[in-house]
C-alpha cells in the first residue's frame, strides 16, 4: 500500500533529530537541568489552609527542578500546583471552578476546608465529607487538562486513587439516518474505527437511542476521536486514493476504553439516590474528542474540517456513543496504562522524578446532559443547579463508600484534612 507523504520532516511517524536533538528512543541525558520560572509565592495573610497561587501579591522566583517531571523546590507540581498532603485519595473531577465550589460546599465544616487555584487554572478543595477525606478538583477542558491533573495528583498522593468524574456539558448524539444514500464527497467514510467490535459503516435506517437533555448519564466505556492531521496535507487525488483506510479519513476514532465497573455500579447507585427519579442511565458508551468544535461536527465555514459527516457516522455505529466531551477518556486510558497495584507502598527508586508510593487507580464518569445537538434542545438554567447538587451529593456518596485499605491510604500527618489532635 502507498504510504501518504508527511507534512515534513523525514516521513510519517519520524523526526529530523538534527545534531542538537536528542533521540526520542534514546536514553534520557544523565545531567539533571534547572530552570528559573516565576511562581507565585504563598500568601502570608491567607486563611487557614487557603493558597492563593493564581494571585500577584508575593510573587517569588522558585526553581523548577527536574525537566522530566518539573516540580518547584517546595515540592508542588508544575501545573496543577499541589504538594504532598493537600489532595486526598478519593477525589472528584469537573471541569468548571463555579461548580467546584458549589459541590465543596458539602464538605465538613471541620477540618477547615483547603482550597487552591494554580496559574494554570486548576483549583482545588480539599477536605471531609463525612469524615473522610476527599478532594474536588476543577479541570478545565481537553485531554491535555486531564493528563495534568491525573499524573501530578497521582505523583503526591501515596497509595491508591479513586476518581469520580463529573461533566455538564456533554452533548447527546441525536441522529436520524438519511432515507437514501448521500454520494457526495462530504459523505464518504469521514471516521475511521480502531478494533471497533461490531462496528458497521455502511448505511443504517435506525435510530440512536434517545436520552433527553437533563439527564444524568453513567458510562461504562468511552472511546476517543482526534484529527489525523496528515489527512488535511493530502490532495484530492490522495483522498480518493486512500479513502477507506485510516489515512483517507479526516477523523479517527479508538477502541472504547472500560472504566473500573465495580465504581460505575456504587455510582450508579447512588446517583439513583440522590437525583430525581428517572433521570439517571447507566452503562452508557461514551466519547471524548479533541476538540469542542471540528472534532464534535460543528460546521465552521471559516476552516475546512471535512467533518460534515462525522456524527452522522458516529450514530451509524452499533452500538453507538449517546454523550460525547473531550476529557472522559483519557482518564479511563490514564486508569488502564497505571502500573502499580494495590499493595505495600515505598519509595520510587527513579532518582530524579517527582514521585511517590503508590497504588491502583480507580476511575468512572457521569455526565449530565446538557444539549441535543440535532434537535436543539437545551437544558434550562435552573435544571442545570438541580443538577449539579443532586449529582456532586451522590458522586461524594460514592467516593466515600469505597474502601481502601489502611495500608494503601495516603498518610495523615502533616495533611490538610488532618484535626489539630492528630
Known sequence: MKVPPSSGGSGAGSFDTGPHRASLTGPAPARRKQVRHI?????????????????????????????????????RTYHVALKHGEVANRVLTVGDHVRARRI??????TPKVFELTSQRGFTTFTGCYLGVPVSIVAIGMGYPMMDFFVREVRAVVTGDLIIVRSVTFSPILLMIHPKKKEDSKANHLCIFCFGYSGTSLGSCGTLVPEI???????????????????????SDQERDEFRG??????????RPIGCDQILHDALTDNLEKTVDKGLVSSDALHSSADTFYAGQGRLDSNFMDHNQALLENLSKLDPSPVTLEMETTHLFHLAA??????GPTGESTEPDSFCQGKGQIRVAAA?????????????????????????GKGCLETLISQEIDQINIHPVENCVWASPSS
Open 245 to 254: 483506510t485510516p489515512a483517507g479519513s479526516p477523523y479517527l476514532m479508538s
Open 104 to 109: 465543596a460546599k458539602f464538605l465538613d465544616s
Open 337 to 342: 496504562i497505571n502500573q502499580h497495584k494495590s
Open 212 to 234: 433527553p437533555v437533563g439527564r444524568v448519564v453513567v458510562c461504562s466505556r468511552s472511546l476517543a476521536i482526534w484529527t489525523n492531521y496528515d489527512y488535511f496535507q493530502l
Open 39 to 75: 511562581l507565585p509565592a504563598e500568601s502570608d495573610d491567607a486563611p487557614q489552609h487557603q493558597v492563593q497561587l493564581s494571585g500577584i501579591q508575593n510573587e517569588m522566583k522558585q526553581t523548577i527542578l527536574d525537566a522530566n517531571f518539573p516540580f518547584t523546590e517546595d515540592r
Open 367 to 391: 455526565h449530565i446532559t446538557f444539549a441535543g445537538r440535532i434537535s436543539g434542545d437545551f437544558i434550562e438554567p435552573e435544571m442545570v443547579e438541580k443538577l449539579e447538587f443532586q449529582a
